[in-house]
């Protein structure tokens, strides 16, 4: 069992209060990727605001951090560490700062 | 009818104002969507429960919202939760991906970009929700970069109009200060293949054939800040208006000017008379007076505020050249808010109501058609856009 905490906005959208949790089969690699597909496949409202429809390339302001490291920049298909594997961590969607 | 249900968009949420036929105790819901920016919303003419919004934001994109008990409850169509992965809604009611050319599967074109050279199409937004005039879930939507978009399954999916970006002009088209968006979709209620919209900057268009294809229609327009003033396209208009009972008779509010069509837009003349200054964003006709036109003029394309800080509606009610400033109830000092494109509207009632909200969060309604002024609400968010309905 995966955790995912949205930023409140996505939470509201996804009619959640609390974080996520997502099931993946343990023959999948958890990549970025394979989460972020999960997650739109159990909340399909989230298609779009988290990735681009098409290109499916990260929306610019926000960012994603796991166990107190910044994930932003890493491939998409690069494994996420192995406590977010474990359910031991969350993995965070977060809206950058910007504006005033 | 028994009342009216105005619908206002604003930068950080949606407000839902409802009154009874009176329009004079007002009932204010929301914030709806509270923190996202609502560009648009509107309810069906053929079913005024079902609702269409529009909602962005920077960091999350764009979401389309619908509502079929008139605001009360809130879904994204095709978007719901489920638990069965891969057999659950796809969640594309969001999803605005422009036509290619079937030729060469590239870009079907390009616009011009501010420096010069040509951009390709990139969505960012929708700008207005344009619902059927007979079918709820037939709704167009008008979107930035400007492009226009149809869905016929109450907006769980959306597909472009794509003759109006590749009839050929669209390489001429340049981005405004507020971006290339197409914002002004009129249906003929006479003629339901018969459309027009308008676009920021390049002008304004349309098609015969139900959006197949599409012309520019701006003959007579004439504006400095382009190259050639009278150019075919490139003009900024900033918002259309029709009577339904004359769709042949269109009135436009452009950067500057304000101008009328009696030919479905074949070819304008300039009606600003004696307005205190011809620039500014809204148009309307009068529900029953098709004759009868508002404007809120504003001082220039620099100082988006009213002249000398008194915020006056105009009214002619000769369409157009001679027009009276109303002023009742509206402030007359050290007013310097803005009023949008999409933010004034009549409702359908008699005496007509009329609408505006301002970028200092006021909402003011006139159940007389003009005569006077009262705000329902004056402390909201930026207002972007509103709407009335009127209810059975």
């Known amino acids: 069992m995966i955790r995912v905490v949205l930023p409140p906005h996505l939470r509201t959208l996804a009619r959640v209060t609390d974080e996520v949790t997502i099931d993946l089969p343990a023959a999948v690699p958890l990549t970025r990727t394979a989460l972020l597909d999960a997650l739109e496949a159990q909340y399909p409202m989230l298609r779009g605001t988290i990735r681009d429809h098409v290109t499916a390339q990260r929306r610019p302001f926000l960012r994603f951090f796991a166990c107190a490291r910044d994930l932003t920049h890493e491939p998409p298909d690069a494994l996420l560490p192995g406590a977010v594997a474990s359910g031991e961590e969350p993995f965070l969607v977060v809206g950058a700062i910007a504006g005033g | 009818m028994s009342g009216v249900r105005v619908l206002v968009g604003t930068r950080k949420g949606a407000f839902i104002l409802t009154a009874d036929g009176k329009r004079r105790d007002w009932n204010v819901s929301g914030p709806h969507f509270a923190g996202w920016e609502i560009y648009h919303m509107k309810g069906s003419p053929a079913d005024p429960a079902r609702l269409y919004a529009s909602q962005s934001s920077g960091w999350f994109g764009q979401v389309i919202q619908r509502s079929s008990d008139g605001g009360k409850t809130w879904e994204t169509p095709g978007g719901g939760v489920t638990m069965v992965p891969g057999a659950g809604p796809k969640g594309e009611s969001n999803m605005f991906v422009y036509d290619v050319s079937p030729k060469t599967g590239k870009p079907l074109t390009t616009h011009q970009w501010y420096d010069g050279t040509q951009h390709p199409w990139e969505f960012k937004r929708v700008w207005h929700l344009e619902p059927s005039l007979t079918d709820p879930d037939a709704v167009y939507a008008g979107v930035e970069d400007a492009g ?245």
């Open chain 2, 148 to 392: 226009l978009f149809r869905s016929s399954d109450g907006g769980t999916t959306w597909q472009e109009l794509a003759g109006l970006r590749g009839h050929g002009t669209g390489p001429q088209w340049q981005p405004g200060a507020g971006g290339m968006c197409l914002h002004t979709i009129l249906i003929d209620p006479s003629n339901p293949k018969r459309l027009y919209i308008a676009i920021s900057a390049a002008g304004a268009f349309r098609s015969d054939d139900a959006g197949r294809t599409w012309r520019p229609i701006n003959r007579g327009l004439h504006s400095q800040y382009i190259p050639d003033p009278g150019a075919e396209v490139g003009h900024c208009v900033h918002r259309l208006a029709l009577h339904p009972s004359r769709p042949n008779v269109l009135f436009m509010q452009k950067h500057w000017d304000v101008m009328r069509s009696d030919d479905g837009g074949d070819s304008w003349r300039e009606i600003s008379g004696n307005l205190p200054t011809d620039f500014g964003f809204v148009i309307d006709v009068h529900a029953h007076e098709p004759e009868t036109i508002y404007v809120v003029p504003i001082k220039s394309d620099s100082e988006h505020y009213p002249p000398e800080g008194k915020l006056r509606v105009y009214r002619s009610q000769s369409g157009g050249n001679e027009w009276e400033a109303l002023t009742k109830g509206l402030p007359q000092r050290d007013c310097y808010v803005n009023v949008l494109r999409d933010a004034m509207c009549v409702d359908m009632l008699d005496p007509c109501g009329v609408y505006f909200g301002t970028t200092g969060g006021q909402v003011y309604a006139s159940a007389d058609g003009g005569d006077s002024w009262a705000p329902i609400v004056h402390d909201l968010p930026a207002v972007l856009s509103v709407e009335v309905q009127s209810l059975p």
